[in-house]
């Protein structure tokens, strides 16, 4: 079923925190929602399809708005752990509670091509193919981009999850080559320990990895009624 999964740190491998949002941390920008406003755009006008105007739609829910725990629930199994853990980045006394109503930051594009690409490609492409879905969710400053578009370093992602008081962003698409819907989640976190045997760092949402295939996958069927996101399919 679907779930999070955080992966345990290789022994003998070069230990490296993330970097990558501090380019937007508030004192190196005068105005962090303009960034996040500004980058956002930038990426949806280069994912547009061909002749297609691109709508970008912005909504913060909070308060009454902000979703129940219950509906939430399905969403953070096997994360609360490493998101309490001690020295993983987020600030103690800021974190929600896994009985607490959930605001959210949701950012919608249409007339886009969605995140095309193979989502189990787990390396960066040598040929230099294109692979949205790749590049947004398994690679830090790394880009499929051309020199043409108005993003190329891999940076602007790093937006949404530096939005976020636990750092985790969900990516829902619906692509346009194929029409599949994937959702998949990435939480960005400093290494961190839950328990005695080894560090952690970065955990995805999606379809548990195999020994076969060790990646997280996404999930390929989302049950959609009454324009509220349900549960992710279990297979």
């Not at 996040?36 to 912005?58: F, K, M, T």
């Not at 949701?106 to 969605?114: A, I, K, R, V, Y």
């Not at 492409?125 to 947004?136: C, D, E, I, Q, T």
């Not at 530096?162 to 290494?191: A, E, P």
Request: glycine fraction near 10%; hydrophobic fraction near 35%.
């Amino acid at each position: 079923m679907a779930q999070w999964e955080f992966k345990p740190l290789i022994p003998g491998y070069t230990n490296r925190n993330p970097i990558h949002g501090e380019f937007f941390a508030a004192d190196a920008i005068s105005d962090p929602g303009m960034a996040l406003v500004r980058e956002g755009i930038q990426n949806s006008l280069d994912a547009r399809r061909d002749g297609e105007p691109v709508l970008v739609r912005i909504l913060f829910s909070d308060g009454e708005n902000a979703a129940k725990p219950q509906d939430v629930d399905p969403y953070f199994a096997g994360a609360w752990d490493h998101l309490h853990a001690a020295d993983n980045g987020l600030h103690p006394d800021d974190l929600p509670q896994p009985d607490a109503t959930c605001p959210f930051f949701l950012f919608e594009d249409f007339g886009t091509t969605g995140l095309e690409g193979d989502p189990a490609q787990a390396f960066h492409s040598r040929s230099g193919a294109k692979n949205h879905f790749y590049y947004f969710f398994r690679a830090e400053g790394q880009s499929d981009k051309d020199a043409t578009d108005r993003g190329r370093w891999g940076v602007g992602k790093q937006v949404f999850p530096r939005s976020s008081r636990i750092s985790t962003v969900f990516g829902l698409t619906v692509r346009n080559s194929d029409g599949q819907r994937l959702l998949m989640g990435k939480s960005v976190l400093l290494q961190h320990y839950v328990d005695e045997s080894c560090p952690y760092q970065d955990g995805y949402f999606g379809k548990s990895s195999t020994p076969e295939n060790p990646l997280v996958m996404p999930c390929c069927e989302i049950c959609v009624a009454d324009g509220k996101l349900k549960r992710p399919d279990p297979g």
